[in-house]
Structure formats: C-alpha cells, structure tokens
Antibody, heavy 124, light 110 residues
Framework: QVQLQESGPGLVKPSETLSLTCTVSGGSISTYYWSWIRQPPGKGLEWIGYIYYSGSTNYNPSLKSRVTISVDTSKNQFSLKLSSLTAADTAIYYC??????????????????WGQGTTVTVSS | QSALTQPASVSGSPGQSITISCTGTSSDVGGYNYVSWYQQHPGKAPKLMIHDVSERPSGVSNRFSGSKSGNTASLTISKVQAEDEADYYCSSYTSISTWVFGGGTKLTVL
C-alpha cells in the first residue's frame, strides 16, 4: 500500500526558509493531489497547500506569500518550502494524499494516506 | 478562510452515542459534499474516518457515520468504546479550491 515519509531539518533559524520533502512509496505520485498540513504544539490542524502531479498548486491564503510546493515525479517526491520563518511556524508537518476524484457512484475527496509527521522547531 | 467551528470537547459513556458538529459557510461545508472527518490519537498522525460527508473508507468501523444539513456537518459515533477516545477534526473543500479544517474536538470516554 502507499506510504508517505516526510524528511527535513528538525531545527531552523528565524527568518530562514524551511525545506521539507515527502517521499511516496508503494505507488506512483503521477496521479492524485498531494498536500502539506501542519499542527502547532497542542493545537489543531492547518492546511498549507496542495500540488497535483502535473504541477498545478493551490495554497492557504494566509500562507500563500511564503509557501512553495513542488513535485519531482522522477523521484516520486514532493516538497514544501516555507520562507521568513518565525516561532509561530513551529509545528509537526504532515504530508498527505488527496484522491480528489469521483466515480459514477462515489467521490473521494479526503486525505486518505498520511505520513507520520516531522517536527520542525524554529529557534535561534 | 476561517476555520470550521467544532465544539472543543464532547464526552460519553461506553455504549452511548455521541455526535460532533462542524459548522462552516455556504462557501465550504454548505456548498460541497466534500466534508471529511479525521481521528487523531496522541502522538499519531490523523486517520481518515469519513470522506464525502458520509462515506466510510475500507476498514473503518460502521459505528462511525457522517451527515450534513445546510452549513453544518456531523460525525456520529455509536456504541462509543474506550479506543474511540481521541481528537476529531472535520475538513471541507472550499469555493477557492482550498481545504479548511475545524479546530478539533476532544472526545472523552467516561
């Protein structure tokens, strides 16, 4: 079955840019949508953005000016870049798959496969 | 976009039924049948429990069910069990082709 694994630095400095990668195994990235979601300590989930395997993207309006999501189909990976970091960006970052399609009988618009999450701390 | 509104906490005794509400607007919950629900145990990644308002993924207990009326979606857990104690989040697709989550509800099994 499809599995997702996030990777990247656990500690980044304020004002710097965070770079995270999500590796997809057990299936091809060349279908579906792929999302990033984060969860600050003790708080709820926040959707960051998604990318379609073709490269089209959409972002949370509150983060749009600082976020870039890209895909590398040759490596079966997609990535997140978040710039101008502050302590408020400290969170667990998750990647997830979003089928986002309908058959004749059922639609599949939920985040059905998640990575285990990676903890990112923004601190000097 | 504003977060969907969920109660901060709900509780129930084993064997009872509980319902968690998720209120949005006509630009998200009310406008699309793309509401999903996630269960998150402490220290774990969220797990999809319901998609497209009322569809259960394979492997999810039929004690979990979803519905929607207007701008409010609901998750009902029948015959609550100790293992159901967790945080629950709703999510909806929006009119600007984004996703939005609710603030989360902590379910306590008494």
């Amino acid at each position: 079955q499809v599995q997702l694994q996030e990777s990247g630095p656990g500690l980044v400095k304020p004002s710097e840019t965070l770079s995270l990668t999500c590796t997809v195994s057990g299936g091809s990235i060349s279908t579906y949508y792929w999302s990033w979601i984060r969860q600050p300590p003790g708080k709820g989930l926040e959707w960051i953005g998604y990318i379609y395997y073709s490269g089209s993207t959409n972002y949370n309006p509150s983060l749009k000016s600082r976020v870039t999501i890209s895909v590398d189909t040759s490596k079966n990976q997609f990535s997140l870049k978040l710039s101008s970091l502050t302590a408020a960006d400290t969170a667990i970052y998750y990647c997830a798959r979003v089928p986002a399609y309908c058959t004749t009988t059922t639609c599949y618009y939920g985040m059905d496969v998640w990575g285990q999450g990676t903890t990112v701390t923004v601190s000097s | 976009q504003s977060a969907l509104t969920q109660p901060a906490s709900v509780s129930g005794s084993p064997g009872q039924s509980i319902t968690i509400s998720c209120t949005g607007t006509s630009s998200d919950v009310g406008g699309y049948n793309y509401v999903s629900w996630y269960q998150q145990h402490p220290g774990k990644a969220p797990k999809l429990m319901i998609h497209d308002v009322s569809e259960r993924p394979s492997g999810v207990s039929n004690r979990f069910s979803g519905s929607k009326s207007g701008n409010t979606a609901s998750l009902t857990i029948s015959k609550v069990q100790a293992e159901d104690e967790a945080d629950y989040y709703c999510s909806s697709y929006t009119s600007i082709s984004t996703w939005v989550f609710g603030g989360g509800t902590k379910l306590t099994v008494l």
